[in-house]
């Protein structure tokens, strides 16, 4: 089997500060290759940032992660550390730094599995979602092919009157 069909858990992500202390709120931005962009909670001010990331990307994968200031409630990307796929390894810990030697990033590394390991782990997870879009997809249907179907004749024009009227002035026009 290829590297394309096999997934590497990234468990966490440790990011600790050399220089100096950050002065505001922090967030992580985890980007990869494929668009797939997850986001971290806000991290209060402090040395050594601990993110559960706990995805599964695939082992070809090229990343990057941006290390987000949080001003009021605009996000400004100060640090970005991009990794390359031969990066990544079973069961162990990755460090890297960023260019000006200002953070440590330290990502932890689980067993690569494939892909149907993974649907296999997140499986109830991706069921749940399918049936739930299934079950919207099947009710879209039936609005499509009742707006799709002609309404003609005096059974559809009576049905919509009667649909339109208070109930009383329905039941008094019943009555006569």
Not at 161 to 176: E, F, G, K, L
């Amino acid at each position: 089997m290829d590297d394309q069909d096999r997934y590497i858990h990234l468990k966490d992500i440790y990011v600790n500060f050399i220089k100096r202390r950050p002065t505001s709120d922090l967030e992580l931005v985890f980007k990869d290759d494929t668009g797939a962009k997850h986001k971290s909670v806000r991290f209060k001010k402090g040395d050594l940032v601990h993110w559960n990331l706990d995805i599964y990307v695939r082992t070809e994968t090229s990343a990057t992660l941006s290390i987000q200031r949080a001003l009021f409630k605009i996000s400004v990307t100060d640090i970005s550390i991009e990794f390359k796929p031969n990066q990544f390894g079973d069961d162990r810990a990755v460090g890297l730094e960023d260019n000006n030697h200002r953070v440590t990033v330290n990502f932890l590394c689980g067993r690569s599995r494939t892909l149907t390991d993974v649907t296999r782990i997140l499986g109830f997870q991706a069921h749940t979602v399918l049936a739930l879009r299934v079950n919207m997809l099947g009710g879209l249907e039936k609005y499509h092919q009742i707006l799709k179907t002609p309404q003609t004749g005096n059974f559809a024009a009576s049905n919509t009157r009667a649909s339109i009227r208070h109930p009383i002035c329905a039941y008094r026009s019943a009555q006569r």
